[in-house]
């Protein structure tokens, strides 16, 4: 069974940072693209950041310049660094990966539980 644990998440006031942590754990073979997606109430979830294995990045255009996503694949492991959060930043952020359990097989798409951040004053 693979498990997607994501921290990080929390209060900060506009302008602040936060980091956003998601660990990938259980049997698994490889990891292809990992990332990041948030949701805000009333509104669809969108892509915030993707990473390949290789270390290729693809921004969301509203986060471009001050988020940035990195991952340790030793770890199995996936950040999302995020300076100068404004309220519009407010959100459910959900990270996913691509992963195979076994060689040979099809990367399946998993998703961690969901950590809120809000920006306020």
């Known amino acids: 069974q693979v498990q997607l644990v994501e921290s990080g998440g929390g209060l900060v006031q506009p302008g602040g940072s936060l980091r956003l942590s998601c660990a990938a754990s259980g049997s698994i073979f490889s990891i292809y693209a990992m990332g990041w997606y948030r949701q805000a109430p009333g509104k669809q979830r969108e892509l915030v950041a993707t990473?390949?294995?290789?270390?290729?990045?693809n921004y969301a255009d509203s986060v471009k310049g001050r988020f940035t996503i990195s991952r340790d694949n030793a770890e199995n492991t996936v950040y999302l660094q995020m300076n100068s959060l404004t309220p519009e930043d407010t959100a459910a952020y959900f990270c996913?990966?691509?992963?195979?359990?076994?060689?040979?097989?099809?990367?399946?798409?998993?998703w961690g539980q969901g950590t809120q951040v809000t920006v306020s004053s």
């Open positions: 990473i390949t294995s290789g270390g290729s990045t």
């Open positions: 996913y990966a691509d992963i195979a359990l076994l060689e040979g097989w099809v990367p399946a798409n998993y």
